[in-house]
């Protein structure tokens, strides 16, 4: 398992997992099925449109290693919505966690005349030398959560650290300072790495002691964590606070506290953000109390945009980052928010629209 794999929001680099519930592999030019997301509508651009986008559509090629969940389809949603308002004529590839296939793909987008490669996550070591390949053909090329090493890359991803801190200050309000809490995370993964820098210096800060940290990465992450949580509760029963910070571990988490009956006393704080994740904190009893995350749909349209921006030698930066959103249970249960539609009206920020735009863009509103 290479150390420098990154972690999505909402579900896990799929280079590392050798196993999923999807299967298969796709090439396709058609929306995403439907998630359960209303359709986005675009706003009107104002400005002139610059080359290359003066005249007519642009080619541009998505190569993806998705996985399961509505994480993955709401991002390649956004990033669909947002080309299509654009001008952008998008061809999606889909290695769906096998590794060959995706360098397959990049090579197969690389001859397509594609003007632009959009890599939406993958195995470094796999895909590498195509990313460099891509570069010296001339074509742009713009990455998201893909550790690779070539400096022409523009580089986009959520801020792990951002979104770390925000849900920590929720904890930190909700346990107080000198709690025993206990810590349910991963080493080893680049997202997962930078929270638990965050996760360190809280400790500190708060004057937190950690009874426990346990977690592993499988392709069932959250079943297979329950015992490991399980086990650790019955030998530190009196924390009063759990963080895991990717959404997997936090469902296990979740269900190893209400299987010990201690969801009263025993408060879990994760990260990322769906529509699954909403439906387990606003669940009857819930001891998830706070998450933290990027819109997925927003992301994918926001990671769009930068592609656009390079293209037309307007992005003027090597990197993008997307700040994350502290969300309570309480304030879901508050405004009655049952999905991201509605998340996404209650909480503008999420929307990203001030991130990688300019008056000739169409933003898409998600």
């Known amino acids: 398992m290479s150390r420098s794999i990154r972690l999505p929001l ?10 999923l519930l999807l299967a298969g592999c796709s090439q396709s030019t058609d929306a995403s099925k439907n998630t359960g997301d209303t359709a986005a509508s675009a706003s009107a651009a104002t400005g002139k449109k610059p080359a290359p986008f003066d005249k007519g559509p642009v080619k541009v090629a998505l190569v993806r290693q998705s996985g399961a969940g509505d994480y993955f389809e709401q991002w390649g949603n956004g990033a669909k919505t947002q080309a299509k308002a654009l001008g952008i004529d998008l061809t999606v590839y889909d290695a769906q966690a096998d590794n060959a296939k995706q360098a397959t793909d990049l090579s197969s987008a690389i001859n397509s005349g594609a003007q632009a490669i959009i890599i939406d996550h993958g195995f470094p070591a796999t895909i590498q030398p195509e990313i460099d390949q891509a570069v010296k053909k001339g074509i742009k090329v713009v ?106 571990l936090a469902k296990g988490t979740v269900l ?99 991130v990688s735009t300019a008056d000739w863009i169409s933003d898409v509103a998600h």
């Open 143 to 248: 990455v998201y959560d893909v550790d690779q090493t070539n400096k022409a890359v523009v580089s986009t991803e959520q801020d792990d650290a951002s979104m770390a801190q925000a849900v920590l200050e929720v904890m930190a309000k909700t346990v107080g300072r000198n709690a025993k809490v206990g810590y349910v995370n991963v080493a080893g993964y680049a997202a997962l790495d930078k929270r638990d820098s965050v996760w360190k210096k809280a400790l500190t800060a708060d004057g937190w002691t950690q009874e426990f940290k346990v977690g592993k990465v499988t392709d069932s992450t959250a079943t297979d964590n329950v015992p490991l949580v399980s086990a650790a509760l019955t030998q530190h029963s009196d924390v009063t606070g759990v963080f895991a910070p990717y959404d997997e």
């Open 10 to 19: 909402a579900a896990l680099s799929l280079a590392s997992v050798s196993a």
């Open 256 to 354: 190893a506290v209400q299987n010990k009956k201690l969801q009263g006393k025993v408060k879990v704080f994760g990260a990322d953000v769906s529509n699954a994740d909403i439906q387990n904190m606003t669940a009857t009893d819930s001891p998830w109390v706070a998450t933290a995350g990027t819109d997925p749909s927003a992301v994918g349209a926001a990671v769009v945009r930068t592609t656009a921006l390079e293209l037309a030698g307007q992005l003027n930066a090597s990197s993008v980052e997307f700040p994350a959103v502290a969300i309570t249970r309480d304030f879901l249960l508050k405004n009655k928010i049952e999905n991201m539609d509605q998340l996404r009206t209650a909480l503008p920020a999420l929307n990203l629209s001030k």
